[in-house]
């Protein structure tokens, strides 16, 4: 159990650019969630996948904003034409199976800041 | 929106106990209470949790009042390093089983 990793750790682009984070979860974990967090804030849920299929999406979530999960394995975030409220940590967590005692695992987070 | 209040911050001395409260009057009889911490810069960390029978592991001990509608994390004996925000959360279980967040309890563990 290597636990969630996320990449970058930090990204700093301007804005108008697109930008792609990866999530690679715990191996075997079917369920993977994206959250989204600002300073001071507690993380707010954007999307989640079981499996391969994206089964909810916050209104949170823009027509900017498009995640995948192919294959059921890693996933990626994009955020097309960025814009400076989109400054955030954006965290990636997954859990085995939608069992009460299955908690989410957390990765570190993809901090973006848009300039 | 969140189904849990919490107080914004707490202070505890270190090695005595500190206790968490949070309240979650609306919960439904099949809702579980989570708790997690971030340390800054970090993801969440899964702590404890429990639907209605009080619950300790090696970190901390979860109290759950009979009537479900508030509970308290308590770590034993608090170190500098359990310094982070705690997050009290009451689990959807409508499908998604998504986590929402509050803006938890900012605890400061003092030497």
């Known amino acids: 159990d290597t636990g969630v990793s996320q990449n970058p750790r930090h990204k700093i682009t301007k804005r108008g650019q697109n930008v792609t984070f990866r999530c690679d979860p715990i191996?075997?974990?079917?369920?993977l969630y994206w959250y989204r967090q600002t300073l001071g804030q507690g993380p707010e849920f954007l999307t989640y996948?079981?499996?391969?299929?994206?089964?909810?999406k916050s209104r949170l979530l823009s027509d900017r904003f498009s995640a995948e999960r192919p294959k059921g394995s890693f996933s990626t975030l994009e955020i097309q034409r960025t814009e400076q409220g989109d400054s955030a940590m954006y965290l990636c967590a997954s859990s085995l199976g939608d069992s009460a005692y299955s908690p989410l695992h957390f990765g570190n987070g993809t901090r973006l800041t848009v300039t | 929106d969140a189904k849990t209040t919490q107080p914004p911050s707490m202070d505890c001395a270190e090695g005595r106990a500190a206790n968490l409260p949070c309240n979650h009057s609306?919960?439904?009889?099949?809702?579980?209470v989570y708790w997690y911490r971030q340390i800054h810069s970090q993801g969440p960390q899964y702590i404890i949790h429990?639907?209605?029978n009080n619950e300790t592991n090696e970190m901390a001990s979860l109290i759950i009042t009979e009537d479900r509608k508030s509970s308290t994390l308590i770590l034993p004996h608090a170190t500098l390093r359990d310094t982070a925000v705690y997050y009290c959360?009451?689990?959807?279980?409508?499908?998604?089983?998504?986590?929402?967040f509050g803006t938890g309890t900012r605890l400061k563990v003092l030497a």
């Open positions: 959360i009451v689990r959807d279980t409508s499908g998604t089983y998504k986590y929402i």
């Open positions: 996948f079981q499996n391969e299929a994206q089964l909810e």
């Open positions: 191996s075997e974990h079917n369920r």
């Open positions: 429990g639907l209605k």
């Open positions: 609306t919960i439904s009889g099949n809702e579980y």
